[in-house]
Nanobody, 123 residues
Framework: HVQLVESGGGSVQAGGSLRLSCAAS????????MAWFHQAPGKEREGVAT???????SYADSVKGRFTISRDNAKNTLYLQMNSLKPEDTAMYYC??????????????????WGQGTQVTVS
């Protein structure tokens, strides 16, 4: 039974930083694509960043240079460091996992598993 539990969301002023974490359990696949998605009110959910088991990353254009995705495979934990936050980053942020090959691990990936989400509000 796969569980993805996010933490670290909150409210911050524009220009500030937040670090999201996602604790994964029940995920037995040695090669997997982990991702962060976000969904703003009235908008579709969209990919923010992805990272494959080997550390290869991809980012949405809107967050390049500001957000950094990382993972600790030993701790089964995914992170998203968000710097220089903007009001338009306000959204629910979801951790996700996909059983895909490396070449398919991108912000366009369709995940197999989702977390419950954590709210990020930038004012």
């Amino acid at each position: 039974h796969v569980q993805l539990v996010e933490s670290g969301g909150g409210s911050v002023q524009a220009g500030g930083s937040l670090r999201l974490s996602c604790a994964a359990s029940g995920f037995t696949y040695t090669r997997n694509c982990m991702a962060w998605f976000h969904q703003a009110p009235g908008k579709e959910r969209e990919g923010v960043a992805t990272i494959y088991t080997n550390g290869r990353t991809s980012y949405a254009d809107s967050v390049k240079g500001r957000f950094t995705i990382s993972r600790d495979n030993a701790k089964n934990t995914l992170y998203l460091q968000m710097n220089s936050l903007k009001p338009e980053d306000t959204a629910m942020y979801y951790c996700a996992a996909a059983r895909v090959h490396l070449l398919a691990c991108s912000v366009s990936t369709n995940p197999n598993f989702w977390g419950q989400g954590t709210q990020v509000t930038v004012s």
